[in-house]
């Protein structure tokens, strides 16, 4: 089975060298060429034909164009604008499932793409806003654009994503890991990896010069230990001011990197103490759990 008639090198040099394009490194533009790789990412997501899709560096549309055989509809977003061009042909065929916003991912709100999937009504009824994000996406905004969708986003239900191996090391983290951080546990308040496979640089024209690897988070709010209740988004963003004030001097315990950073001592050992937290820890060694139990002994 043919997931994507793009997903080789023949292909896609091909499309390139139609419209005169080279990759650009500073957008961060490796093609995806392998077609298995492309189907593994579909399978991963679980695309039906309810699903409406958020992509975020589309390219050529090589991913794409497996997606809108499989989904209601996808809004990509793409900041390179020689290829808003090449993304009309390519999805030609799709263009009653395929909206495209040019522009950089970072600043485009929910109300832009709810914009752009309006013209794309069918029978009457447009497709909502997106319930899943899938993409392969540019490396150096990639950990920043999966917080940044889940907080922004309510709709969305499930994210699956290429990223930097050292991304996905991240995101998949557990506490006393070095590589657990902040990002680890204010992502962990709102998401939960559920899949993961390696890509390595072959699968990529150029070849990056890093691994990848293609993480699954689902939606899965935290719950408050004390109440079993979910965080709302307010209380979410409450504990996450903690976190970035644990972890903002890292080799520092965590009480004089948050007295450092906006948190009254005296407050701070009174929580602590009602948490059964030693004041002597460093943020590493808290759960994202431990975050939430501090934030409501301090408020």
């Known amino acids: 089975m043919t997931y994507s008639r793009l997903a080789n090198p023949r292909e896609t040099r091909a499309v390139l060298e139609d419209f005169g394009l080279a990759t650009k490194h500073r957008l961060g533009q490796n093609f995806l060429v392998n077609d298995e790789v492309v189907g593994k990412i579909v399978n991963l997501a679980e695309l039906d034909g309810s699903d409406v899709v958020l992509e975020v560096g589309p390219g050529i549309g090589t991913l794409?164009?497996?997606?809108?055989?499989?989904?209601r509809a996808v809004c990509s977003i793409e900041a390179d604008r020689e290829l808003e061009q090449v993304l009309a042909q390519t999805c030609a065929t799709d263009g009653e499932k395929f909206a495209l916003l040019m522009g950089d991912a970072l600043r485009v709100t929910p109300e832009q793409v709810s914009a752009a999937l309006a013209g794309l009504a069918r029978d009457g009824e447009a497709p909502s806003?997106?319930?899943?994000?899938?993409?392969?996406?540019?490396?150096?905004v990639a950990a920043t654009l999966i917080l940044k969708f889940f907080q922004d986003f309510g709709s969305l239900e499930r994210a699956c994503v290429m990223v930097q191996a050292e991304v996905a090391d991240r995101i998949c983290a557990r506490p006393g890991n070095k590589t657990y951080g902040a990002y680890t546990a204010k992502l962990a308040l709102l998401a939960r990896p559920t899949g993961r496979f390696e890509v390595g640089p072959g699968n990529f024209m150029p070849p990056p010069h890093v691994d990848s690897a293609v993480v699954r988070l689902d939606r899965t709010p935290m719950a408050d230990p004390a109440s079993g209740e979910p965080l709302s988004a307010e209380r979410?963003?409450?504990?996450a001011e903690v976190i970035d004030a644990a972890f903002a001097q890292r080799r520092k315990?965590?009480?004089?990197?948050?007295?450092?950073?906006?948190?009254e001592k005296d407050a701070l050992d009174a929580a602590f103490a009602a948490c059964d937290i030693a004041p002597t820890a460093r943020?590493?060694?808290l759960s994202p759990e431990d975050f939430v139990r501090l934030e409501g002994a301090l408020s």
């Open 236 to 239: 979410a963003a409450r504990v």
């Open 283 to 285: 943020a590493e060694t």
């Open 64 to 71: 794409t164009v497996a997606m809108l055989a499989a989904c």
């Open 253 to 263: 315990t965590i009480r004089n990197s948050m007295g450092a950073n906006g948190f």
């Open 129 to 140: 806003q997106p319930n899943k994000f899938v993409a392969n996406l540019p490396y150096q």
